[in-house]
């Protein structure tokens, strides 16, 4: 089963460049502490990509790396990002493709929001976290929506954990 369909040209809008605070990307770094090669695949302005450490990847499609069309031959242990909302189940399909454990920090609403989305989540793993980080206006974001980060993992078979990091 295909996940639900995205924006009608399949490509991320303007919309979509909304900048993590550094503050809010290092809080969400030291929580899940990822090890390995890890990917931002929206560095945007850097503000996860910065403020990780080890063995380091970008993509920026600003930059002319689109994460839609990277190909990387070696795994990726971790993708820690907040990725574009039109797009989102187009992203979160791809970042499934290349990553043994997913990051998104994004509005509740985008986990919820299909039952083929969660039927994709299934067939991948599984969500291991959801970590509330209250509402997106605590972020410097233009909405009021709950957001907070999902961690998705491969073949990850378990409880869901839940934290308030608010």
């Given at each position: 089963m295909k996940p639900t369909n995205s924006n009608k040209t399949g490509r991320s809008t303007a919309q979509d460049v909304v900048m993590t605070p550094p503050e809010t990307a290092i809080k969400i770094l030291n929580h899940f502490k990822p090890?390995?090669?890890i990917l931002e695949p929206c560095r945007g302005d850097g503000a996860f990509y910065n403020a990780m450490e080890g063995d380091k990847h970008w993509c920026e499609i600003s930059e002319g790396k689109d994460f839609m069309e990277w190909n990387w031959t070696n795994k990726i242990d971790w993708i820690i990002t907040n990725p574009p909302y039109s797009i989102y189940d187009m992203f979160l399909e791809k970042a499934m493709s290349v990553a043994e454990n997913i990051v998104f920090f994004v509005p509740f609403s985008?986990?919820?929001?299909?039952?083929?989305n969660d039927i994709m989540v299934?067939?991948?793993g599984d969500i291991k976290e959801i970590v509330n980080m209250g509402t997106g206006q605590q972020h410097g974001f233009n909405m009021g929506f709950v957001v907070g980060c999902i961690h998705f993992k491969k073949n990850y078979k378990g409880d869901i954990k839940y934290t308030r990091l608010y």
């Open positions: 090890t390995g090669k985008k986990l919820f929001k299909s039952k083929s299934k067939n991948y």
